[in-house]
T-cell receptor, first 118, second 113 residues
Framework: AQKITQTQPGMFVQEKEAVTLDCTYD???????LFWYKQPSSGEMIFLIY??????QNATEGRYSLNFQKARKSANLVISASQLGDSAMYFC???????????????FGKGTKLTVNP | DGGITQSPKYLFRKEGQNVTLSCEQN?????MYWYRQDPGQGLRLIYY???????QKGDIAEGYSVSREKKESFPLTVTSAQKNPTAFYLC????????????FGPGTRLTVT
């Protein structure tokens, strides 16, 4: 069964420093996708970054990068130069391939609460 | 501006009453999804729809119902059969059912007492 594990319930980082949020996944499908979403206190889920299982390069989007280690089944999010506005919940998710008659869907981890201190 | 709207932001109901949560999108997306989020948990899929007049159960569909009569709208009804309805409900859409990116609405926080 597909599963996402985020082992850090909470993380603290000083403003302007880098922080890594851990994510490990479990799947037997050769084709899959990994996502990171940010959820501020308002509740909306904001897409940050995506990594496909066949992508050779680690994904980057501005201050966000995804450290993809396929053999270890890990997809850690690195936020460089943290800002106060980065304080939020962060969710790792995996795209589960289509099954007969179904659609692709996302499986989410339990999240990590990041607090950026001034 | 294109996006997904969910209303209301906060909803209160008495136990035993059905309640319908609204989700509207003007992104012209074919696929729409409903997720439930409980405290300290990630999102779990309730229902999804790939096209108008078609929808499938997700992982936790019991006690919920949906309809997809228009491309823009995917309302979720929380019935009295749902044992623990108090939760945060998020609606999402994607361009096509297999698109890797889902866009989320702001969510509705439902409290049932």
């Amino acid at each position: 069964a597909q599963k996402i594990t985020q082992t850090q319930p909470g993380m603290f980082v000083q403003e302007k420093e880098a922080v890594t949020l851990d994510c490990t996944y479990d799947t037997s499908d050769p084709s899959y996708g990994l996502f990171w979403y940010k959820q501020p206190s308002s509740g909306e889920m904001i897409f940050l970054i995506y990594q496909g299982s066949y992508d050779q390069q680690n994904a980057t989007e501005g201050r966000y990068s995804l450290n993809f280690q396929k053999a270890r089944k890990s997809a850690n999010l690195v936020i460089s130069a943290s800002q106060l506005g980065d304080s939020a919940m962060y969710f790792c998710a995996m795209r589960v391939p289509r099954r007969r008659g179904g659609s692709e869907k996302l499986v989410f981890g339990k999240g990590t609460k990041l607090t950026v201190n001034p | 501006d294109g996006g997904i709207t969910q209303s209301p932001k906060y909803l209160f109901r008495k136990e035993g009453q059905n309640v319908t949560l609204s989700c509207e999108q003007n992104l012209n997306h074919d696929a729409m999804y409903w997720y439930r989020q409980d405290p300290g948990q990630g999102l779990r899929l309730i229902y999804y729809s790939q096209i108008v007049n078609d929808f499938q159960k997700g992982d936790i569909a019991e006690g919920y119902s949906v309809s997809r009569e228009k491309k823009e709208s995917f309302p979720l009804t929380v019935t009295s059969a749902q044992k623990n309805p108090t939760a945060f409900y998020l609606c999402a859409s994607s361009i096509i059912p297999d698109s890797y990116e889902q866009y989320f609405g702001p969510g509705t926080r439902l409290t049932v007492t």
